[in-house]
């Protein structure tokens, strides 16, 4: 399966400020998806990845708050903006090999903490 | 709504036991039903399941789907401390994939 990194692993931000999260993939792959997971709580999809085009975000989830960069087949971006306690989370890069019904697999993760 | 409850949600066994983990589920349109172990930050795949009855297995890992029924379970034999973590479920429907909130297994020495 594809080696997924991100990066950065881990940071504390002060609110009001942004934080980018990047996923490199060293294959080029279909599908690339952002999770994020908050405490206690199960994994949640922000957004689909799109390659050359806008990013098509999940209920409760906007691109002003959460925009997304993907400029080829193998990167992406994810940028925290705005920040604010409630933010703090892992948030997990995903991608899926394009066959159909492929299992996602997930890169290291970045834990966010907000002060 | 997709919809996956795991349990139990937490479980402290002692090194060598056998463990039983649950996973139930509500889908539009089933097409998948995966295992994941989370370590720290990072869900790793352990097992994809499409079919009911067909047991997969990988060393002292096994799972089993029950469509009918709308269950799955993951068993792990012989636990070692390195088994510790939390096993997420997660089905893929109409909704994309959605995820149960996980079962955390410790095991104690």
């Known amino acids: 399966s594809a080696v997924i990194s991100q990066k950065p692993s881990r940071d504390i931000c002060q609110r009001g400020t942004s934080l980018t999260i990047q996923c490199q993939v060293d294959?080029?792959?279909?599908?690339m998806f952002w999770y994020r997971q908050q405490p206690g709580q199960s994994l949640t999809l922000i957004a689909t990845?799109?390659?050359?085009?806008?990013?098509?975000?999940e209920s409760g989830f906007v691109i002003d708050k959460f925009p997304i960069s993907r400029p080829n087949l193998t990167f992406s971006t994810l940028t925290v903006s705005n920040m604010s306690p409630e933010d703090s989370s892992i948030y997990l890069c995903?991608?899926?090999?394009?066959?159909?019904?492929?299992?996602?697999?997930f890169g290291n993760g970045t834990r966010l903490t907000v002060t | 709504e997709d919809k996956v409850v795991q349990s139990p949600l937490s479980l402290v066994v002692h090194e060598g036991d056998t463990v039983t983990l649950n996973c139930s589920y509500e889908?539009?349109?089933?097409?998948?039903l995966l295992w994941y172990k989370q370590e720290k930050k990072a869900p790793t795949f352990l097992f994809m399941l499409?079919?009911?009855?067909i047991e997969k297995k990988s060393g002292r890992l096994s799972s089993i789907l029950d469509k009918k029924e709308l269950f799955s379970i993951l068993n792990i034999t012989a636990t070692q401390t390195g088994d510790s973590a939390v096993y997420l479920c997660a089905i893929g429907g109409a909704d994309g994939l959605t995820f149960g909130k996980g079962t955390h297994l410790i095991i104690q020495p």
């Open positions: 499409t079919s009911s009855g």
């Open positions: 889908v539009t349109n089933f097409r998948s």
């Open positions: 294959s080029q792959v279909t599908m």
């Open positions: 990845a799109n390659q050359g085009s806008e990013a098509t975000y």
């Open positions: 995903s991608v899926a090999e394009g066959r159909y019904n492929s299992p996602l697999h």
